[in-house]
Every structure is written in C-alpha cells, then in structure tokens.
C-alpha cells in the first residue's frame, strides 16, 4: 500500500531535483568552449551559472513553482534556439 508524501516530502524531492539539474547544467556550462558561448550571445551563460549557485547554496530562497515554471517555458525556448 502506498501513502501520499506529505507536501513538505514533495517539496524537498523537488528541491533535490533541482539542485541536480542545476549542478549538471552548469556543469555542461562550464565545459563549453567560450568560442561556443560567443557564438550563442542571447543564451544567459552567466544567469545559468548564478541560478545553479541560488539553487545550491540559498535553497531556502528559491521558490520551487517560479523555478519549475521557468524550466517548463524557458528552457526548452533556449534549446530550440541552440539547435541540434
């Protein structure tokens, strides 16, 4: 039988989720060629890098529904952008 977590489980799994995105994102970030980035100007490298730095290490200042809902809208428009 499985339970429901409770909504203060929910919040820290999604917390957890972003902390992990936002580790790999910058990760991949960092390891980027900067003649890549010069080719890309409209792509925030450095918003990337800050954003991974609030989720990291100021967790209890994010707002995880601001947070999802840029990932939902937002990063998959900077994908596209960035081509295959």
Do not use: C
């Amino acid at each position: 039988m499985s339970t429901t977590p409770s909504p203060a489980d929910r919040l820290e799994r999604r917390l957890a989720d972003l902390r992990r995105f936002g580790n790999e994102a910058a990760f991949v970030v960092e390891q980027l060629p900067q003649s890549y980035k010069k080719q890309f100007p409209h792509v925030g490298w450095v918003g990337i890098m800050r954003m991974r730095n609030l989720i990291t290490h100021h967790r209890d200042r994010v707002n995880d529904d601001l947070m999802f809902h840029a990932l939902a809208t937002r990063v998959p428009t900077k994908l596209a952008r960035l081509g295959p």
